[in-house]
């Protein structure tokens, strides 16, 4: 089992920036692949951004490339995004997957049905 806690969200301005963060437990950090999808009322969950175990690769979805930054940080089992130039088009609660495949290391993914656990969501609410 793997537990997360995300955090950060609010509401700001078009322009504005803000960071998320979402910690892991239960399991080795280190082995676990963390994506971070988001929904909107009324849509569908839609991928944002997604880390493999190794931080190496990153994968974004494009209206979110160059301005959103996805990170890990394994002595804190924590994954970022960081989101600046925020557009009220990115309101939507934010909520951080794991991958966790027992004797893998697993990657990064696009698709929510790779990710077996999930945090809670955090809002995040744009104003223009």
């Known amino acids: 089992q793997v537990q997360l806690v995300e955090s950060g969200g609010g509401l700001v301005q078009a322009g504005d920036s803000l960071r998320l963060s979402c910690v892991a437990s239960g399991r080795r950090f280190s082995t676990i692949a963390m994506g971070w999808f988001r929904q909107a009322p009324g849509e569908e969950r839609e991928f944002v951004a997604a880390?493999?175990?190794?931080?190496?690769?990153?994968y974004y979805e494009d209206s979110v490339k160059g301005r959103f930054i996805m990170s890990r940080d394994d002595a804190k089992n924590t994954v970022y995004l960081q989101m600046n130039n925020l557009k009220p088009e990115d309101t939507a609660v934010y909520s951080c997957?794991?991958?966790?495949?027992?004797?893998?290391?697993?990657?990064?993914?696009?698709?929510?049905?790779?990710?077996?656990?999930w945090g809670q969501g955090t809002q995040v609410t744009v104003s223009s």
């Open positions: 997957g794991a991958r966790y495949l027992p004797g893998s290391y697993p990657g990064a993914s696009r698709f929510a049905y790779d990710y077996a656990y």
């Open positions: 880390i493999n175990w190794s931080g190496m690769i990153t």
